[in-house]
Structures are given as C-alpha cells and as structure tokens.
C-alpha cells in the first residue's frame, strides 16, 4: 500500500460506523470532506517531519498495563475559579462548580447557543490554509465534548478546565468556543491530562479591545499523547496572552494559529517544556500579521534529558497591509543529556517595508562557569543544577500577566525539576 493510499484510508477509517453529531452539522459536515481530502498527517509531510504522528493517527489507541488513576490536577488547585471538570473527555457535573458569572455565558457543546452556529470551526478552517492540519479538521468533525464560552464585561476570577484520565485506554476528543466581546476579559486555565490520547480544540475570537489570557499545564503521566489546536483571531488592540506548561508524556503537540486582523493587537505566547526518556514535545506556532503596528511575541524554552527530543516550529507572516508589525520569536533549549535532541524551524514571511521582525534559537548545555560559582559557595551540585534549570526557563514564566499563577507555576517546576534530573 502506498504512502497516499494510507493517507486517505486512515482519514476514510475513522469515519467508519461513526455518525457526525446532530449539532453543527453543516460545519461537521465540511470539517469531514476537508479530513478525507487532506488525508491524515505523515512523518514525511514538511511540518511533521521532526514528529511522528503515528501515536495520533492509529485507529485505536493501545492500553497499558500501569496508567495510574486520574487525581484533581494539582496545578491551579489553590486558585480561585470557576471549576468545569471532563473526566476521561466527558464534562463532570457533579464535580464542577455552577455557573453563576455576571458578563459570561457558558454552555456545553450539545447544548450550543444560536450564535455559535456560524462560529464553530470556522476559525479552524480558515487555519488550514497555507499549512493543511488535518488533526484539527478531524477534530471539528467528531468533537462531543467541549465548552461554549461568551463574555460580555469583565470576569471577576479565572474559568478553569480540569481534565482527569481515570481509565487506561481513554480516547478524548474535545473541542471549546470562547467569544470575548468588545472590551470585555477572560482568564481560562486548563490543567490534567486528556487521556492515553488526546485531541483538542480551542477556538478564540477576540472583538476591538477584549483581553484573552491562558495559561495550560499539560499532566507529568507519561504515557500520553495529545495534540492542542488553538485558533485565534484579533481585532483592534485586542490581546492574547497564552503560555504552555508541558512536563514529561510520551507525544505533545501544541499548535497555534493566532491572526492579528485588526490594527494595534497583541498577541503573546510562551512556553516551558521539561522531559526526559521517551519525552518528545513540538511546538508548531503560525502567527500572521494583518493590520497595522501588530506586536507578537514567542519565546519557547525546553530543557531535555534521557535522550528527550525537543522540538520548535515557528512563522511570523507579515501581509503587506501589516505596516509597523513588530515581531520578536526566540526558542531555546537545555540539554542535560548527550542523547537529547533540540530540532528548531524559525520562518519570517515579510511583504510589509516598515517592520521590526527578529528570530533566534539556542541549544547547549548547563554553564559550567556558572555551575562551578555556586558549587564554589557551598550549594550542593543537583541544587546548583537545579537553580539554573529554574533560571533559564525564568523568562517564559515572565510572560504570564497574573503574578500569582506564574509564581504557582514556579512551585510546580520546583518539585519537578529533580524528578527530570533523575
């Protein structure tokens, strides 16, 4: 069978036996065409080739022995928010908070609001263009499961999605609509782990001046394979704020696909990855600029070890209406290991004269000058390992907003840090 053949018989085959969803169905319907002429990704397609997708596009996913229960995640358990919990990729009522938000509107996938109609997926088909991802359109097609989330006025506290994996051979598939109208702000943070594998949506419009900002930590299990889509699109001096917090699993994707259509906007979005054997995390971003004095920012930090493998996709594309785009894109990464692997793809696309655009990516080993100064002054070398593991992914957790989730981030990196190490 060749390569094409298997392409389009396993997009053909996860549609068998299976009915589309009564809800969405004229976008379900086009996401379903759009998988079957795409096909289902391969190693061999240019923005997959640092990745293997198999994990992803297997028929069915394979148990194991020892998967560990599912607990409440523990990363933002000591913040105040509004709590909606899937367990193995289903919503959890009795375990989630009421809703009961002034300025918000929240609704379950099935239970979709008039207005969301000609929204869902429509942001994700608009990103399959120039670069197909067919996981997403797959995703738009089957989805069940998700949150359909409106904003009106300001959020008084944080939305928050927790996600726990309670069997061994869990298969989630999750898809979540956020609307923020014109000078409106949401916080939503995502914690857990989706299951064995996993494939999710996020959907984000952004009216003139709304604020969006997100923070994710993706589950130290390490048996898990997910891929994230998140969609985004920005008006007048409207904000994304967005960062990734990855700790081991065996296959992470997260893509973006973020673009600046209005004049004046803003979007930033970071990461921190730490892993060791069997880790392997990719970072896929594509941000466009449209209109004017765009700002988009990337920084990307990844420390590796056991033969971990790291890797960075990158694109800012600046269309010739972006005058005065500033664009900044750095990914780094910290090898503690001679094994581990960083493998990093920076792009600039730039049709506009009048821009300020730059890239840069790193890779090395921890300083041993600066190793030897603490050793020097009486800390104990895994603490003086340890202290610059910290230090370097410093810089992403400087891009969270809200000085007191990035300090929650900072304690769990703290009790993980030894344990990637080890």
Not at 344 to 349: G, N, S, V
Request: net charge negative; hydrophobic share 40%.
């Amino acid at each position: 069978m060749t390569a094409q053949a298997t392409r389009f018989d396993a997009a053909a085959a996860c549609f068998s036996g299976a009915e589309l969803a009564q809800s969405f169905t004229l976008a379900r319907a086009a996401a379903k065409d759009r998988v079957l002429t795409l096909g289902l990704p391969q190693k061999r397609d240019e923005y997959w080739r640092y990745s293997d997708p198999t994990g992803l596009t297997a028929r069915a996913v394979t148990p194991i022995q020892e998967h560990p229960l599912g607990e409440a995640p523990a990363s933002f358990v000591s913040v105040s928010a509004l709590k909606l919990v899937f367990v193995d990729g289903v919503f959890d009522a009795s375990a989630s908070d009421a809703v009961d938000f002034e300025g918000v509107e929240i609704s379950l996938l099935a239970e979709a609001p008039t207005w969301a109609t000609d929204f869902y997926g429509s942001l994700e088909a608009c990103g399959q263009n120039p670069v197909a991802r067919p996981l997403a359109a797959l995703n738009t097609a089957l989805a069940q499961q998700g949150v359909i989330i409106r904003v009106t006025g300001q959020c008084t506290k944080p939305i928050s999605f927790e996600y726990i994996s309670k069997t061994n051979s869990s298969d989630a598939i999750l898809h979540h609509l956020v609307k923020v109208e014109e000078g409106a702000s949401l916080t939503l943070l995502e914690s857990g782990t989706l299951g064995l594998r996993g494939n999710m949506v996020l959907e984000v419009e952004l009216a003139d001046c709304a604020q969006f900002h997100h923070v994710r930590t993706q589950g130290q299990d390490h048996d898990r394979n997910i891929v994230t889509h998140l969609f985004a699109r920005l008006g007048n001096e409207a904000v994304l704020k967005s960062f990734n917090l990855t700790m081991n699993g065996k296959f992470t994707r997260n893509e973006a696909v973020i673009e600046l259509i209005g004049h004046d906007a803003k979007a930033h979005l970071a990461g921190a990855a730490i892993g060791g054997t069997g880790f392997h995390h990719d970072d896929t971003i594509f941000i466009t600029h449209q209109g004017l004095r765009g700002e988009s920012r990337q920084v990307f930090k990844k420390v590796l070890n056991g033969g971990a493998v790291g890797v960075f996709q990158g694109k800012i594309l600046v269309k010739q209406s972006a005058q005065k785009t500033d664009g900044y894109q750095m990914s780094q990464s910290l090898l503690l290991d001679d094994n581990s692997e960083f493998l990093a793809k920076p792009e600039l696309e730039i049709y506009a004269d009048d821009v300020k655009c730059s890239h840069g990516s790193t890779t090395g080993a921890i300083d041993e000058t600066a190793l030897f100064y603490l050793r020097s002054r009486g800390v104990p070398t895994d603490q003086a390992q340890a202290l610059l593991i910290l230090a370097f992914l410093a810089d992403t957790l400087a891009e969270i907003d809200d000085a007191g989730l990035a300090e929650r981030l900072r304690e769990v990196l703290i009790d993980w840090v030894p344990q990637v190490r080890a």
